[in-house]
């Protein structure tokens, strides 16, 4: 019931993370949950056979939503932090930091956002994750490489985020 639905929303928010209205790729999502029901063989969690569906519902959104614009305007980055502000923890210094850390989540190739969300936020598996994305487990391997190697590169760059390490200034 309601936890199945805050996985999906949970899920979409990152895997989207600054490229589309997580809304509407929900319940694109939980459409195409239900429409799937009667193949649900009870091989896997319902959780788990409903987060596949999420992932690959969003990838297969995102790839028609990159054939008809191929760049993100400045309106959507900004549309996307201010949404963001409203679903992250409301823990006092860690909100902002959690809304950087989406935003610099975002600025990843999608391939990447999408193989650390799954693995970091889902908690798959790496062969999970390759089912997910259609690929192998080397290819998986690679991706969390390069994508965490990314991510560490942005965060470093990030005035706000450097500073809560402890080394800013007071």
Sequence with gaps: GDSLMDRVRNAVYYMA???ADPEDLS????????????SFRGQSSLRSWASRITARTVMREL??????RNRFADSDVADFEQESEL???DEAGGRRAS?????ALAELKPK??????????????????????????YTVRYRLRVGRKN?????????LLAD???????
């Excluded at 991510?151 to 005035?159: E, M, S």
């Excluded at 809560?164 to 007071?170: D, H, L, N, P, Q």
């Design 112 to 137: 990447y956002r999408q193989t650390l969300v799954l693995r970091f936020v889902e908690e798959y598996d790496l062969r999970e994750i390759a089912d997910v994305m259609g690929t192998n487990v």
């Design 151 to 159: 991510l560490g590169r942005l965060l470093r760059r990030d005035p």
């Design 27 to 38: 319940q694109l999502a939980f459409v195409q949950i239900f429409r799937s029901l009667g």
């Design 164 to 170: 809560r390490s402890g080394r800013g200034k007071r």
């Design 87 to 89: 679903r992250v923890d």
């Design 63 to 68: 790839r028609r939503q990159r054939l008809h």
């Design 99 to 103: 809304v950087r850390v989406a935003a």
């Design 17 to 19: 993370a600054g490229s």
